[in-house]
């Protein structure tokens, strides 16, 4: 169950969440679980968790995204939606102006997508894409969780889209081993925070990428 005590015990440290985006944060974890029957949306071993592994999980980018230079999200293979889902639920009553676009090839999972966009009223585009396909591309945010690894989302960021802000990643426990690697081939400054849902694990958000 999501509610104001998930928040407050996942040290997330949102302020002023109401009753209904908890309530809409807790029927979208109900939708995942009832469409992972159908599809495969999360690994069946993190089902019971999915509030702290997926939805706190991708909540924790908040701190990221709440940002007034920050309008347009593209969440690079969406999948269920995580993150650009939870984040655009967290922003509705915040930023009414603020879109995510997701990018998922998938035709189902692009389908589910857009159920749960219209099933809570959010400002999303859904494009069943490859995102590998796409050109010139614009947003503020590129974010992607669980997709492809960090050099693969450096070479998108440079070569797919035209403009850009920033970059959020999530990494694992050779967080820093893959950011000092990819500091070989490319100059960028970034601001790290230690996971909420795993002590292994970093958010990062990335700026200034300019390959060497």
């Known amino acids: 169950m999501i509610d104001s005590n998930f928040i407050k015990n996942s040290k997330l440290g949102i302020q002023n969440v109401s009753r209904e985006t908890l309530?809409?944060?807790?029927?979208?974890?109900?939708s995942i679980?009832?469409?992972?029957?159908?599809?495969n949306l999360i690994s069946s071993s993190t089902e019971k968790s999915i509030n702290t592994r997926h939805i706190a999980d991708s909540a924790q980018t908040i701190d990221f995204i709440d940002k007034n230079d920050i309008k347009i999200c593209t969440d690079l293979g969406s999948?269920?939606?995580l993150p650009g889902i939870v984040?655009?639920?967290?922003?509705?009553?915040?930023?009414p102006?603020?879109?995510?676009?997701?990018?998922e090839k998938s035709y189902h999972k692009s389908n589910f997508l857009k159920e749960i966009s219209k099933k809570f009223k959010l400002n999303t585009?859904?494009?069943?894409?490859?995102?590998?396909?796409?050109?010139?591309?614009?947003?503020?945010?590129?974010?992607?969780?669980?997709?492809?690894?960090?050099?693969?989302?450096?070479?998108?960021a440079s070569k797919n889209f035209k403009k850009f802000k920033y970059i959020i990643l999530f990494l694992g426990k050779s967080g820093k081993e893959i950011l000092n690697e990819?500091?070989?081939?490319?100059?960028f400054d970034y601001?790290?925070?230690?996971?909420?849902t795993s002590d292994e694990s970093l958010v990062v958000k990335i700026s200034n990428l300019k390959k060497k």
């Open 23 to 30: 309530d809409e944060l807790n029927k979208y974890s109900l």
């Open 191 to 196: 601001q790290e925070k230690k996971s909420l």
């Open 33 to 39: 679980l009832k469409k992972n029957k159908e599809i």
């Open 87 to 95: 984040l655009a639920i967290l922003m509705k009553p915040k930023k």
């Open 125 to 156: 585009e859904i494009e069943q894409k490859n995102i590998f396909d796409q050109k010139n591309l614009q947003t503020d945010i590129i974010i992607s969780r669980a997709f492809k690894p960090l050099p693969v989302i450096f070479e998108i």
């Open 79 to 81: 999948g269920a939606g």
């Open 97 to 103: 102006e603020f879109k995510v676009i997701f990018y």
């Open 182 to 187: 990819a500091s070989k081939k490319w100059k």
